[in-house]
């Protein structure tokens, strides 16, 4: 039984943490639009890129298969399936977590409104934004 706790913490602490790094940094950047905008996509691919520079690009893949359906069905979803992708992209490739962050944020910097170069940071227009923290 204590062995089973003992997974249960560390595997409940892990997303515990990708999140809470995700949250600090999202809300000290204070992008607009935090649905559907830049402040979602930041989200999206910073916490991509934090789970590929601790784990695993792969893991940052299953997730975005599970949860954003590989981006089919929905605008926003192809939107964050995307910057998932992108944010796992420079996770993997980050030589520290301060390179990695800055990439991040760099990134959605030079983002845009739909775009489709799988090297940028995409978001739909503003009259899709909703101004929620998920």
């Known amino acids: 039984m204590r062995r089973l706790l003992a997974v ?6 892990y997303p515990a943490l990708v999140l809470g790094g995700t949250y600090w940094y999202f809300f000290q950047a204070e992008f607009p639009g935090g649905r559907n905008g830049p ?3 930041y989200r999206h691919s910073l916490a991509s890129a934090i789970v590929a520079y601790t784990l695993s690009p792969r893991c940052v893949d299953w997730v975005t298969t599970l949860m954003e ?25 980050a030589r520290s977590w301060n390179e990695m962050q800055q990439a991040v944020l760099a990134a959605v910097n030079q983002g845009a409104i739909d775009a489709r170069s799988p090297d940028q940071i995409t978001w739909l227009a503003p009259g899709a934004w909703q101004e929620r923290l998920y």
């Open 8 to 13: 249960l913490a560390v595997a409940g602490a």
């Open 69 to 93: 359906r590989d981006g089919e069905g929905h605008p926003s979803r192809a939107m964050d399936a995307h910057n998932n992708r992108l944010g796992a992209r420079i996770g993997a490739t």
């Open 39 to 41: 402040a979602d996509a």
